[in-house]
Nanobody, 115 residues
Framework: QVQLVESGGGLVQAGGSLRLSCVAS????????MSWYRQAPGKQREWLAR???????NYAESVKGRFTISRNNAKTMVYLQMNSLKPEDTAVYYC?????????WGQGTQVTVSS
């Protein structure tokens, strides 16, 4: 059973930055494309960014230029650097593979951006 644990969320003012981290209970990263997702209250879960095992990245238009995904396979960690945060970025943030595997969803980490 793989567990993904996200951390690093918090309350930040608009324009601020946060760095989210995700660790896996075992090393799935070396063979999988990893992604970050988020879910705002009353909205569907949204894909944000993905990074392949070789380091290639893709971003949703809503975060392109502001968010950066990275990974450390040896540490089974994936990160999301979030800059220029906006109130509309407020959500619970999750990591998972791409495409997401339903059984891998963790608790997520709450990000709240105040205006």
């Amino acid at each position: 059973q793989v567990q993904l644990v996200e951390s690093g969320g918090g309350l930040v003012q608009a324009g601020g930055s946060l760095r989210l981290s995700c660790v896996a209970s075992r090393n799935i990263f070396s063979i999988n494309t990893m992604s970050w997702y988020r879910q705002a209250p009353g909205k569907q879960r949204e894909w944000l960014a993905r990074i392949s095992s070789s380091g290639s990245t893709n971003y949703a238009e809503s975060v392109k230029g502001r968010f950066t995904i990275s990974r450390n396979n040896a540490k089974t960690m994936v990160y999301l650097q979030m800059n220029s945060l906006k109130p509309e970025d407020t959500a619970v943030y999750y990591c998972n593979t791409f495409p997401a595997i339903p059984n891998y969803w963790g608790q997520g980490t709450q990000v709240t951006v105040s205006s």
